[in-house]
Nanobody, 121 residues
Framework: QAQLMESGGGSVQAGGSLKLSCAVS??????VAWFRHAPGKEREGIAG???????TEYADSVNGRFTISQYARNIVYLQMNSLKPEDTAKYYC?????????????????WGQGTQVTVSS
């Protein structure tokens, strides 16, 4: 079993930055990904990292603005720059035990409780 806990959410004006953290404990997953869920929308996988190789993947909606990274394989960060009001959502980190579909919610085994990000215009 792995446990994941997010921190770092908050409110920011458009154009600003936030850095989210995901603390991973217990059995290390193969991958960690960040998802977000806005009211009325599907949960969206936005950034993922392969823990051993360090390779990363991004959704088009955040590519070039968000950066996923890890520290010592037990903290995964999401640096979010140039934030837009449409980035407002609850952000979750998730751990997967498969190397396929890193940004697909059905590929995830473990989920954190989420942290709210609100971007005002």
């Amino acid at each position: 079993q792995a446990q994941l806990m997010e921190s770092g959410g908050g409110s920011v004006q458009a154009g600003g930055s936030l850095k989210l953290s995901c603390a991973v404990s217990g059995r290390p997953p193969y991958t960690v990904a960040w998802f977000r869920h806005a009211p009325g929308k599907e949960r969206e996988g936005i950034a993922g990292i392969y823990i051993v190789a360090g390779n990363t993947e991004y959704a088009d909606s955040v590519n070039g603005r968000f950066t996923i990274s890890q520290y010592a394989r037990n903290i995964v960060y999401l640096q979010m720059n140039s934030l837009k009001p449409e980035d407002t959502a609850k952000y979750y980190c998730a751990g997967g035990l498969t190397y396929d579909g890193i940004l697909q919610k059905d590929s995830q085994t473990y989920w954190g409780q989420g942290t709210q990000v609100t971007v005002s215009s």
